[in-house]
């Protein structure tokens, strides 16, 4: 436990969800980019809110509690706590615990590559370590999901669960929730995102509801192709199953380039990728640093030449997850 009024630092990873045949199911986080965060244990009177937000970035998101991400998650993890922890309470916690939480958003929101999830996981890593860390990881994304819920309108852990468990994960289940944190290679990653907006609305609602036996068979070959290549480490499986037939060819039409990208960034040597999250980043797998810097140049070239702003990252998998320094 961290005494009260005393504020601890937190880096909380991008993700990358949707994992090319792992549609709301398989993500995983990286190290760069990342939101910095700070949080101090407080006691607040009766009548004041429980969480207090300060942003200290341009993006001008919300401070009411209840409409910001870190808010929505740390309200239900309080609201947790008071149940179940009452008499077990420590000493150093309040009767009325609250948090002040300082934002300082690195990754863009709407990017696809989990700005709102860094937030509410941050704030329940973060909260739970002041608290001396009564609740478990799957408790944690379980609070973290009522951000989810409010940034997007749905109770998902796609990007959650890996920026809390770090690496790449599973979630076999959400009622109950079941998650799986999966080994993998090592693996670079480089993330390319065009400066359009797509509406995670929009990329819901253009979804086809019912998919033909034929493609969903394809797709759990895939799925399980994938999951097997990480735990074997064999690189040419992992690649061999980075393919969708389902979501993919619906939603890339949101992002100009697409086709011709991922053609560009398989010849100069990715492994595969697709649309990060709900786009518009788009993100390739790479066995080396060496192979994942020349993705990055034709992602540049290719950007470029349609005249699209963007912004590229080479980064690797976080294994870690939240990290709080103290
Ligand atoms: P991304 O696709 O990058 O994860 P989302 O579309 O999931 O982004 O979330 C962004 C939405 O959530 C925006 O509407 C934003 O205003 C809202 N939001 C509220 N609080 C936060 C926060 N702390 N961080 C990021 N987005 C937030």
């Not at 990358?16 to 244990?41: H, K, R, S, T």
């Not at 998919?211 to 797709?219: E, N, R, S």
């Not at 999951?227 to 690649?239: F, P, Q, T």
Request: proline letters at 6%; glycine letters at 10%.
């Amino acid at each position: 436990m961290v005494p009260m009024n005393q504020w601890i630092k937190i880096k909380a990873p991008a993700t990358v969800a949707n994992m090319v045949c792992g549609f709301d199911i398989l993500g995983f986080a990286v190290n760069n980019p990342y939101d910095e965060m700070e949080m101090q244990m407080v006691e607040r009177l009766p009548n004041e809110a429980s969480v207090k937000i300060i942003n200290i970035d341009h993006y001008n998101l919300p401070t009411d509690p209840e409409k910001n991400v870190a808010g929505a998650a740390l309200i239900a993890l309080i609201e947790e706590y008071a149940e179940r922890f009452a008499s077990t309470r420590p000493a150093g916690v309040p009767n009325n615990v609250g948090f002040d939480v300082k934002i300082n958003k690195l990754i863009k929101p709407g990017s696809g590559v989990g700005s709102s999830a860094a937030s509410s996981a941050g704030a329940v890593v973060g909260a739970n370590h002041l608290l001396g860390k009564p609740f478990s990881n799957d408790d944690l994304v379980r609070f973290a999901m009522n951000g989810e819920k409010l940034a997007s309108g749905v109770k998902h852990a796609d990007n959650i669960a890996p920026c809390i468990f770090g690496g790449v994960t599973l979630v076999r289940s959400i009622f109950p929730l079941e998650i799986i944190a999966l080994p993998s290679p090592e693996l670079h990653v480089t993330i390319v995102h065009p400066q359009i907006e797509v509406k995670t609305s929009d990329a819901r609602s253009i979804l086809k509801h019912q998919v033909l036996l034929k493609d969903a068979i394809k797709q759990w070959g895939n799925i399980a192709g994938l999951v097997a290549g990480l735990m074997k480490k064999d690189y040419d499986l992992i690649g061999r199953s980075l393919e969708d037939v389902i979501i993919e060819p619906v939603r890339s039409i949101l992002i100009p380039g697409f086709d011709a990208l991922k053609i560009a960034c398989k010849k100069a040597g990715a492994l595969g990728g697709g649309i990060s999250g709900s786009g518009p980043s788009i993100f390739m797998l790479s066995k080396g640093k060496e192979t994942a810097l020349a993705v990055e140049a034709e992602m540049i070239k290719l950007y470029t030449g349609l005249g699209l702003a963007h912004h590229t990252y080479v980064t690797t998998i976080n294994e870690k997850g939240v990290e709080v320094i103290n």
